[in-house]
């Protein structure tokens, strides 16, 4: 099973440039624009660490954060 970096931010360019990076460094990465979307990835159990943004519209980092701890307990965000 491939372990994956996830980026969520609302702000693509913010987002695009950080995944990027990760890409550069030889990281698996896949990134989210949302809470509601990285809650939905997050299911798929393949996400070691996460990036990401607090201030998102719908879900907010935290509520977002307290989504994940409970499909993926052992992630870091």
Request: glycine fraction near 8%; charged fraction near 30%; include cysteine.
């Amino acid at each position: 099973m491939t372990r994956e970096i996830m980026v969520v931010d609302d702000d693509t360019d913010l987002r695009t440039a950080l995944q990027d990076i990760l890409i550069g460094k030889g990281r698996e990465v896949v990134s989210a624009k949302d809470g509601f979307q990285a809650s939905e990835m997050a299911s798929e159990g393949t996400i070691d660490l996460i990036f990401m943004d607090i201030r998102m519209p719908g879900m907010d980092g935290v509520e977002t954060f307290l989504k994940i701890k409970q499909i993926l307990p052992e992630c870091i965000v």
